[in-house]
C-alpha cells in the first residue's frame, strides 16, 4: 500500500458529540483535508444522542469554522459532506451491526480498499467493551487495515491497564493500537530527538559528566474546569506525570536508536523507564512533593479553590500539583536529577525544558555581583516554541567581565508558518502507519508501576496541609526545597523567554 492509499479510510469516531471531537478531532481533520493528505475518506461520528446526519454535518462544519479562521464554506461543505452520523448504544449488538452497515456500505462508496480507523474519544470505561464488540460483530473483519487509536488514560493503575490491555488486545495486535499521548505530537518534543542526535556540541555532553540537572516543567493557568468528576479519581500524578511528563523524560534521556524506526525509538525509551529509580513507601517523601490549589487572585480575577470547584470533595486529597525528582541509574546518567513539575492554576501557561551544564572548573572573570551563570540549554515546548542557549560573553567596554548572552531560535520567527496542531500530526501518523509518537503498551506498563507506588504511598498518608499554594503561584514551597537541599532552584520559566529579532 503506498501512502495515498495508505489514507485512504473510513475513520469511525466514538463521542462524536464530545469536547474532544468538536474542539480537537473535526478541526484537525479538516486540516489535513485542505492540505490533500485526505482525499479518500468517510467518517462515522458515534455517539449516545439522537442526531440527524444534517445536524451532525452542522456540528462539524461550526466547530471546524469556530477553530479555523478564513474557512472557505464551499470547501467546508464538501468535507462535511464525508461524515454521517450513527446514534449508539455500546454495550448493545444490535447496534454494532448497524454500523457495520453503514460502514461498509461508505467503503464501498468511497472505494476505501477495507483500511478502518477506530478513534476512541469518550469515556475510558467504555474502551475495552467497545474494542470487544468491534471484533464481536464484524467491524474489525475488513480487507484492508485495521487501527485502534484510544485517548489517555489508558487505565487508573497498573493492574487496571493490564485489564484494559488484554480486552483491546483480544480485537487488535499491539502493532494496530495507536495510544495517544498528544505531549508527543507536539512540534518541539519531537524536536528534542533532533536537538540531540542532530548536534554534534550537545550529544556530547549529553550525560553525567556535563549535566547537573536537567528540569521539565508543564504549568498550567486553568483550574480543574467541568472535569471534576474525573479529575478527582485521577490527580496530576496520573493525570499528567505517567505520561506526559515521564514521556518528555524519556526522549531527554534515551541513547541515540540506531534508526528512526518506532521500534527503534520505543525500545530505547522502554531502557530508560527500565532505569527509572523505583521510590517506594517512606522514600516517596524524599523524592516527590504534592499540591493542591487554594483560592488566589489572577489579573484581578478572584479564582476558587480546587475544593470549591463543581464535583468536587469539600474535603478532597486530590493533588493538583505535582513535583518529583527522577532518577535514571545507568551510565549516562547516574547522578543526575531529572527535577519534573506539573500543576493547575499556576502563574503561566508554560512547558519547558531546562537542561543545566555543570560549572567551570574556576571562574577566571571579574564578576564581583556574582558568579558566572552556568550554561542552560532550555526547549520550549509552549506556548513559544523554540530553543535558547545561555552562555557568558565579555561585558561591553574597558573590563574582564563575563556576562550572560543567549541565542534564540524560534520555530514560527524563523519558519513563519504555525506548526501543526499535536492532533493533527497524530491523525495523520495513524493513517500512515507511523506508530512512533505514540505509546507502546511497555513504555504504559513500566510508567504505571513507577506511578503506581508513589500514588499507594500517598493514598496511605492523606495531605494534612492542603490547600497548599494559591492559585496564580508557582506551586508549593516544598517544591522549591525539593531542590533546594540539592543546591540547586527552579529557574524562572517566567524569565527564560525566546527572544528572537
Ligand atoms: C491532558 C490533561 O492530558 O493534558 C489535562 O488531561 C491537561 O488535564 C492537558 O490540561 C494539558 O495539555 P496541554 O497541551 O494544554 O499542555
Not at 481533520?29 to 485542505?34: D, E, F, P
Not at 549516562?332 to 501557561?349: C, D, L, N, Q, S
Request: charge should be negative; glycine fraction near 6%.
Amino acid at each position: 500500500m503506498n501512502q495515498n492509499q495508505q489514507s485512504n479510510a473510513l475513520i469511525m469516531i466514538f463521542g462524536a458529540t464530545g469536547d474532544l471531537a468538536n474542539r480537537k478531532l473535526f478541526p484537525s481533520l479538516y486540516r489535513l483535508y485542505q492540505k490533500g493528505k485526505l482525499t479518500r475518506f468517510a467518517v462515522v461520528g458515534v455517539g449516545r444522542r439522537t442526531l440527524t446526519n444534517e445536524q451532525f454535518i452542522q456540528n462539524v462544519q461550526n466547530s471546524v469554522a469556530e477553530s479555523i479562521a478564513n474557512t472557505e464554506a464551499s470547501d467546508l461543505e464538501t468535507f462535511a459532506s464525508h461524515f454521517c452520523y450513527h446514534s449508539h448504544d455500546v454495550t448493545d449488538s444490535s447496534s454494532y451491526i448497524a454500523l457495520k452497515n453503514i460502514a461498509d456500505d461508505l467503503d464501498a462508496k468511497y472505494e476505501l480498499g477495507g483500511n478502518r480507523v477506530f478513534y476512541l474519544a469518550m469515556a475510558p470505561e467504555f474502551f475495552g467493551p467497545i474494542a470487544i464488540h468491534l471484533k464481536q460483530d464484524g467491524l474489525t473483519d475488513v480487507a484492508g487495515y485495521k487501527r485502534l487509536i484510544i485517548e489517555k488514560p489508558f487505565g487508573h493503575d497498573l493492574t487496571s491497564a493490564q485489564e484494559l490491555n488484554n480486552q483491546i488486545r483480544t480485537a487488535f495486535s499491539e502493532n494496530e493500537v495507536y495510544r495517544i499521548d498528544h505531549y508527543l505530537g507536539k512540534a518541539m518534543v519531537q524536536n528534542i530527538e533532533t536537538i540531540r542526535f542532530s548536534n554534534a556540541i550537545f550529544e556530547n555532553l549529553w550525560n553525567n559528566r556535563y549535566i547537573s540537572n536537567i528540569q521539565v516543567t508543564s504549568s498550567e493557568t486553568l483550574g480543574v474546569e467541568e472535569r471534576g468528576r474525573y479529575y478527582e479519581t485521577s490527580g496530576a500524578l496520573r493525570d499528567m506525570v505517567q505520561n506526559h511528563m515521564l514521556q518528555m523524560v524519556a526522549l531527554l534521556a534515551m541513547e541515540p536508536p540506531i534508526r528512526l524506526t518506532p521500534d527503534e525509538i520505543r525500545s530505547e525509551k522502554v531502557k530508560v523507564f527500565r532505569a527509572m529509580r523505583s521510590i517506594v513507601g517512606d522514600e516517596v517523601n524524599d523524592y516527590f512533593v504534592r499540591g493542591q490549589y487554594g483560592k488566589g487572585t489572577v489579573n484581578d480575577v478572584e479564582l476558587p479553590s480546587y475544593r470549591e470547584e463543581p464535583m468536587v470533595n469539600p474535603e478532597s486529597n486530590t493533588e493538583t500539583f505535582v513535583a518529583g525528582k527522577v532518577m535514571i541509574d545507568n551510565f549516562r546518567w547516574a547522578g543526575v536529577p531529572f527535577y519534573i513539575r506539573t500543576g493547575k492554576r499556576m502563574e503561566e501557561k508554560s512547558t519547558k525544558i531546562v537542561v543545566q551544564f555543570k560549572d567551570i572548573p574556576m571562574n577566571l572573570y571579574d564578576n564581583p555581583e556574582k558568579e558566572l551563570t552556568p550554561n542552560l540549554l532550555v526547549i520550549h515546548i509552549q506556548p513559544e516554541e523554540g530553543i535558547t542557549l545561555h552562555l557568558n560573553a565579555k561585558k561591553a567596554g574597558q573590563n574582564m567581565e563575563a556576562t550572560p548572552i543567549k541565542l534564540s531560535y524560534a520555530n514560527t520567527g524563523i519558519a513563519s508558518i504555525n506548526t501543526p496542531e499535536a492532533y493533527e500530526k497524530l491523525i495523520d501518523d495513524s493513517l500512515n502507519g507511523d506508530a512512533t509518537n505514540f505509546t507502546h503498551w511497555d513504555e504504559v506498563s513500566l510508567s504505571w508501576s513507577f506511578v503506581d507506588e508513589i500514588s499507594q504511598a500517598w493514598s496511605q498518608t492523606p495531605a494534612t496541609n492542603y490547600p497548599n499554594y494559591a492559585s496564580g503561584s508557582m506551586g508549593p514551597k516544598e517544591a522549591d526545597d525539593l531542590l533546594e537541599k540539592d543546591g540547586f532552584f527552579w529557574w524562572p520559566v517566567n524569565q527564560l523567554a525566546v527572544d528572537v529579532c
